[in-house]
Nanobody, 126 residues
Framework: EVQLQASGGGSVQAGGSLRLSCAAS????????IGWFRQAPGKEREGVSC????????VYGDSVKGRFTISSDNAKNTVYLQMNSMKPEDTAIYYC???????????????????WGQGTQVTVSS
């Protein structure tokens, strides 16, 4: 059974930090890219970041570049999203997902998930 278990969400003040984790099981971790989407109320889903476990390459959306860092621990089948210098506009439900690949095209994070995890709420107060 494929599982993507997201954790680490919570509430933080602007300028603060959170680290999200996505623990994967039930598929060959090294063959997939793992990434994060977010969706705020009334807004479209946004690709935040993804990492290719095959190549180690990372991709970031413009809104988080320089503030968020994605990393992967292949021994633990877990991907982390370190979020620093957080802003109220980062408030959303964050979902982790697995896809065959991820890349950047123009200004977008291109990541078409084969598997989804549950969401974790992130709230940033001003």
């Amino acid at each position: 059974e494929v599982q993507l278990q997201a954790s680490g969400g919570g509430s933080v003040q602007a300028g603060g930090s959170l680290r999200l984790s996505c623990a994967a099981s039930g598929f060959t971790f090294d063959d997939y890219a793992i990434g994060w989407f977010r969706q705020a109320p009334g807004k479209e889903r946004e690709g935040v970041s993804c990492i290719s476990n095959s190549y180690g390459s990372t991709v970031y959306g413009d809104s988080v570049k320089g503030r968020f860092t994605i990393s992967s621990d292949n021994a633990k089948n877990t991907v982390y999203l370190q979020m620093n210098s957080m802003k109220p506009e980062d408030t959303a439900i964050y979902y982790c997902a697995a896809a065959p690949s991820c890349f950047r095209s123009n200004d977008d994070v291109i990541f078409v998930p084969a598997y989804w995890g549950q969401g974790t709420q992130v709230t940033v107060s001003s």
